[in-house]
Structure formats: structure tokens, C-alpha cells
């Protein structure tokens, strides 16, 4: 499961709130992503990071930023969460083979 | 990346053979099939990859047609905790961080019957 961490592994919070969700991994990866899973959406791309300081947008980006200061942490963040973020949260990581790994995912609920 | 084509839904009988199936007909030389399973609440996990030959690990067997355009997971011997939604990915090989980006479609419900 290439160490992968996530916290908090649930969150209820209210609309307008900022929230943050960490990705922690111990393996020393290069690439990191952020996913959320909705019914009937499957797992969409929010952004990614290629490294310290380097990251990207995924598909569905607007509302969130992230950030990655360590290459073990990978820091997603709803500036202000509203009921459509409301979701299950995965962040993943790339080994050296191409495969990725996923961590246990956050459940997020924004009332 | 390529698109799979995958039944909705399987059953298999605990200790049978699963072998489930996905069509990747527009599939290029350079793209590698993938599988990765997603038991309920929680995170998707790898199982096998392949780019042309059969590949064998300690989770599956992944079969590919000669022309690429349709590949077999084969789950030895199912157990009930083999339950899951499988999912066939297709993706090209490479560096950079958009080519690890892994787009997941709604996959096959296996379930296991005992």
C-alpha cells in the first residue's frame, strides 16, 4: 500500500468553512495525486504534483488548491467548502514500476 | 489513453476461476493495460499490468490478445473477499506527472458467491 496515510479519514464540516485533507507517504514517491469519488463520477483527478513545489490541475480543480511543501506530504485544501465537495477523497501515489498506490480515502460532508 | 469496454457485472462461485474480461480496441503500441479492483470504502488497489505478454503475479493473471485489443483478468480461485468493482485501465507509458494520471471508468461488480 506503499505507506500511504490520510487524514482525517472523516470530516463533517459547514458551508463557507476552509478544510484541509493531508496525504502522507513514506515511500519517498515522486508523483502524488488527488481524487474524489462520487456515485455514478468515478474517480475524477483533482490536481497532482511532480515534485516539491510542483503541481497541476487536474480535471475537476476549481474549488481546491494544493500544495507540497515535503515529498512525503501532499496537502489538499477547499478554500470554502460547499455542498458539491461533499465526497470521498483518495490520494495516491507512483511507484518506480508505473503502478499507483491509493490510501484509504477521506470522507468529507459539507451540510 | 484508450477506452475500455467492461460488462457491468460478473458472479463466480467462491473457489471458481474468475476471469473477467475488458475491450480496449483502440488500444496503441505504447499503451499499457492496467487492472486495479476497489473493494466497498476503500482505496483502489493495483493488481497486474501488461503491455503485450501475459503477466502472472501472487494476485492474478492478466491474458492480451496478440493484436492488444481486448485482455482477461483471471482470478485463480475467487474467495468472497475477492468482491469488488475491477477495474481496466488504459494508459500510455512514460515520464511526467500527466502520464501517471489513471482515468477510471465504472468497471465490473464481481461478486463472489459461496
Known amino acids: 500500500d506503499a505507506g500511504i496515510t490520510q487524514s482525517p479519514r472523516h470530516k463533517v464540516t459547514e458551508t463557507g468553512t476552509p478544510v484541509t485533507l493531508r496525504c502522507h507517504q513514506t515511500?519517498?514517491?515522486?508523483?502524488m495525486y488527488w481524487y474524489r469519488q462520487d456515485p455514478g463520477h468515478g474517480l475524477r483527478l483533482i490536481h497532482y504534483s511532480y515534485g516539491v513545489k510542483d503541481t497541476d490541475k487536474g480535471e475537476v480543480s476549481d474549488g481546491y488548491s494544493v500544495s507540497r511543501s515535503k515529498t512525503e506530504d501532499f496537502l489538499l485544501t477547499l478554500e470554502s467548502a460547499t455542498s458539491s465537495q461533499t465526497s470521498v477523497y483518495f490520494c495516491?501515489?507512483?511507484?518506480?514500476?508505473?503502478?499507483?498506490?491509493f490510501g484509504p480515502g477521506t470522507r468529507l460532508t459539507v451540510t | 489513453d484508450a477506452k475500455t469496454t467492461q460488462p457491468p457485472s460478473m458472479d463466480c462461485a467462491e473457489g471458481r476461476a474468475a476471469n473477467l474480461p475488458c475491450n480496449h480496441s483502440t488500444i496503441s503500441g505504447n499503451e499499457y493495460v492496467y487492472w486495479y479492483r476497489q473493494i466497498h470504502s476503500q482505496g483502489p488497489q493495483y493488481i497486474i499490468h501488461g503491455l503485450k505478454n501475459n503477466e502472472t503475479n501472487e494476485m492474478a493473471s492478466l491474458i492480451i490478445t496478440e493484436d492488444r485489443k481486448s485482455s482477461t483478468l483471471i482470478l485463480p480461485h475467487a474467495t468472497l473477499r475477492d468482491t469488488a468493482v475491477y477495474y481496466c485501465i488504459v494508459r500510455v507509458a512514460g515520464s511526467g506527472g500527466s502520464n501517471y494520471k489513471l482515468t477510471f471508468g465504472k468497471g465490473t461488480l464481481l461478486t463472489v458467491n459461496p
Open positions: 495516491a501515489t507512483v511507484a518506480d514500476t508505473y503502478e499507483q498506490y
Open positions: 515511500e519517498n514517491h515522486r508523483y
